[in-house]
Each structure stands twice: as C-alpha cells, then as structure tokens.
C-alpha cells in the first residue's frame, strides 16, 4: 500500500514556468514532509520541508504548500531553470523513523 | 561537512561473488540507513543503526549483512546475490533517528551478472 501517492509522474514546463508536483497521505501521524531532488546517478538532496503546524514555508525558490485538513501538499518550483531537470520525491516520517516516498516526477525544463 | 561518503561508486560483481559496500559520516551522527534505488522508483528502506545497533531490518534476504563498526562507518557485505539485485545501494545518515533530516551519500551503482 503507498503510503503517499504522488503526482505528476513526469511533468515538462518552460523555462520560468512554475512546476507544481503534488503529494497525499492517509495517516494522520506523519508529522515530516521533506522534498528530495535527485539528479541521475546520484543520491536524494534534501530539498526543503515542513511540519504540519504551518501552512507554506518557502526557500529560495521552492516553495511547499501544506493543506492539513486535505492531507496534501505540494512543491512549486518558482523561474523553474533547466538546472532543475530531475526526479523529485515527495516522503513522509512519524518521528524521523521510517520514510515513507512518493512513487518520483520527473521533471524537464526546456529552455 | 554534511557530506555522505561512499565506495565503491560502481560494482559488477558475479552471483557466487562476496563483496562490501562502505558507508561513512564524519557529521556525529548516530543513525545511518541502507537503502535500495531501482531506476526510475524510490528509495527502499533497508536497515536502520541506531547507536551503532541494528533497530530496523524491513525483511532484507540474508544475503545482505549490516554492518555498523562504529558511528561513521557503516558497511553492507554481499554473498550470492542475484541479477534482480541490481541496483543503486544508497547510505543515509541523521542525527539519530528520531530526527528528520537524512542526507544520503552518492550511493553505489551495483550491477550482479
């Protein structure tokens, strides 16, 4: 059972667009939501993430929004780059034990 | 230094073959993890060290061996593997595992013959 689906598999936008993946879960005790980006041949990045006690929480330009009571949240790249091409990974943790991943969207940025 | 080391960046090895993957930390963190990276997935939890002890084994074959000499260095030895264990072996590390922040080393391309 995947604990968090995630959504797009691949996405393309232009280059400036604002790419949007977006992330759901079911168990109402994950209380971590990071977002890793990972380049090919490498290892998952911590990009950002949030606690459930906020509702946006922006770095640079990445920027997760956070609906608690939809138990949703997504990542919006802002002036998306073609630097941000990657795969990136929506999880979820109770605690810091155990991650639990979103299934990957792909992301192209055209330039 | 947030940095997660690893070797070898690349193995082939063959099914009657024994090998070792190495991890290592020098951040002072007491939780290291293993996981498994098939293309285009994510990430699969494989053992968790907590303090140097082994607290989470998510049913790994015994093929796989941990290993946790001490709080930087963590190894996973190999014996007859199979060819669908070909993967990307993955190295993380956090502060101990209760907390969230996981940095994840290069990882090791393995390919079994």
């Known amino acids: 059972q995947q604990q968090v689906k995630q959504s797009p598999q691949s996405l393309i936008v232009q280059k400036g667009g604002i790419p949007i993946i977006n992330c759901a879960y079911e168990n109402t005790a994950f209380d971590y939501f990071p977002w890793y980006q990972q380049f090919p041949g490498k290892g998952p990045a911590l990009l950002i993430a949030?606690?459930?006690?906020?509702s946006e929480k922006k770095e640079g330009r990445f920027t997760i929004s956070f609906n608690k009571s939809a138990k949703q949240f997504s990542l919006h790249i802002m002036d998306s780059q073609p630097g941000d091409s990657a795969t990136y990974f929506c999880?979820?943790?109770?605690?810091?034990?155990?991650?639990?991943f979103g299934t990957g969207t792909s992301l192209t940025v055209i330039p | 230094d947030t940095e997660v080391t690893q070797t070898p960046k690349h193995l082939v090895m063959g099914m009657t073959n024994k090998k070792s993957l190495k991890c290592e930390q020098h951040m002072g963190h007491r939780a290291m993890y293993w996981y498994k990276q098939k293309a285009k997935k994510p990430p699969e939890l494989m053992f968790v060290?907590?303090?140097?002890?082994?607290?989470i084994n998510e049913s790994v074959p015994s093929r796989f061996s941990p290993e946790c000499p001490n709080s930087s260095l963590l190894n996973l030895h190999l014996h007859a593997l199979q060819p669908e264990d070909s993967a990307l072996y993955l190295c993380?590390?956090?502060?101990?595992?209760?907390?969230?922040?996981?940095?994840f080393g290069p990882g090791t391309r393995l390919t079994v013959l």
């Open positions: 060290y907590s303090y140097e002890k082994l607290s």
């Open positions: 949030i606690r459930p006690d906020v």
């Open positions: 999880a979820a943790s109770i605690n810091g034990n155990q991650f639990y």
């Open positions: 993380a590390s956090s502060q101990d595992s209760s907390r969230d922040t996981q940095y």
